[in-house]
């Protein structure tokens, strides 16, 4: 059971420059989150997904795009990278009203 | 909005110590609300989820009151240790979705 994991570890990107950060989990868990934290700050939450097929904004939802088609997957994809998207990103999972499970984060760069 | 506001922003003690870490929160309308240690460069680990029907929960040398009214929750340390020293991040789950985070309480233990 390895839990929430996310791919890669660690990115550097180039301003205009796109890419998709992976987030699996394997506890069955109907809720997904995508959330950034910035330094010195607490989490906050940029698309979170209640179930295969459905999927709504959080609070910073702007310059991201995701996507749930399987329980397991919910990848978070950057369009156009700007200095403002460097962060450390981190995906979580959970029951409906539970506790909340999260990955090992991905940290990215954008120069 | 919800707001969560953690004090101190940073402490430090000696080990042995007992010690309380201060959560607030300006929305008493919670489903509930969880506790959460962060490793420099690391993710999250749970500590406790503490349920809005829960006045406290405990496992091992930590425990976690909740007071909904008065939008209050304590992390209590016992007999902290240097292996204790993290950063400490309350949120509460208030739409029954995402959490929303303090900013946390970064603890020193000194041996």
């Known amino acids: 059971n390895a839990g929430v994991t996310q791919t890669p570890k660690f990115r550097i990107l180039k301003i205009g420059q796109s890419m998709t950060l992976q987030c699996t989990q394997d506890m069955n868990h109907n809720y997904m989150y995508w959330y950034r934290q910035d330094p010195g700050m607490g989490l906050k939450l940029i698309y979170y997904?209640?179930?295969?097929?459905?999927?709504d904004k959080g609070e910073v939802p702007n310059g991201y795009n995701v996507s749930r088609s399987t329980t397991e997957d919910f990848p978070l994809r950057l369009e156009l990278a700007a200095p403002s998207q460097t962060s450390v990103y981190f995906c979580?999972?959970?029951?409906?009203?539970?506790?909340?499970?999260f990955g090992p984060g991905t940290r990215l760069t954008v120069t | 909005k919800q707001e969560v506001t953690q004090i101190p922003a940073a402490l430090s003690v000696p080990e042995g110590e007992n010690l309380v870490l201060n959560c607030s929160f300006t929305d008493s309308a919670i489903y509930n609300l969880q506790w959460f240690r962060q490793d420099p460069g690391k993710g999250l680990t749970s500590l406790l989820l503490?349920?809005?029907?829960?006045r406290e929960q405990t496992s091992g040398r930590l425990n976690a009151s909740l007071d909904k009214s008065s939008g209050r929750s304590t992390l209590y340390i016992a007999a902290s240790q240097p292996g204790d020293s993290a950063t400490y991040l309350c949120a509460v789950n208030q739409a029954g979705t995402a959490l929303i985070f303090g900013k946390g309480t970064t603890l020193s233990v000194s041996s």
């Open positions: 503490i349920q809005s029907s829960q």
């Open positions: 997904s209640v179930g295969a097929g459905i999927t």
């Open positions: 979580a999972s959970s029951r409906t009203l539970a506790e909340q499970y």
